[in-house]
């Protein structure tokens, strides 16, 4: 499975920003999927999953409220919409897919190679 990430990109604070996972997989409706991100010296975290139907959704809480995460499973992709971005959502945002939804990195199996959004102040 090969998951590639894009939309990221330089925004103010405050602003929006849309991140896309496409999936190079016919399976992808039977994976649960999530979003990670990971800042200059801090360790990857996690922000954001949704599961295989796209019923269920979890956010970690410095997000909560801000970011909607979502999925296309005739597409293939999922989504992150980010508003009222902060200077502290600047990160490499990675997106992932596993059989479990959890905040958990080890237990998603594949994984982007990642988006840059910096927001500043």
């Known amino acids: 499975v090969q998951l590639v990430e894009s939309g990221g990109g330089l925004v103010q604070a405050g602003g929006v920003l849309r991140l896309s996972c496409a999936a190079s997989t016919r399976t992808f409706s039977t994976y649960t999927m999530g979003w990670f991100r990971q800042a200059p010296g801090k360790e990857r975290e996690f922000v954001a999953a949704v599961s295989w139907s796209g019923t269920n959704t979890y956010y970690a809480d410095s997000v909560n409220g801000r970011f909607t995460i979502s999925r296309d499973n005739v597409k293939n992709t999922m989504y992150l919409q980010m508003n009222s971005l902060k200077p502290e959502d600047t990160a490499v945002y990675y997106c992932?897919?596993?059989?479990?939804?959890?905040?958990?990195?080890?237990?998603?199996?594949?994984w982007g190679q990642g988006t840059q959004v910096t927001v500043s102040s």
């Open positions: 992932a897919a596993g059989w479990r939804a959890t905040m958990a990195l080890s237990q998603y199996v594949y």
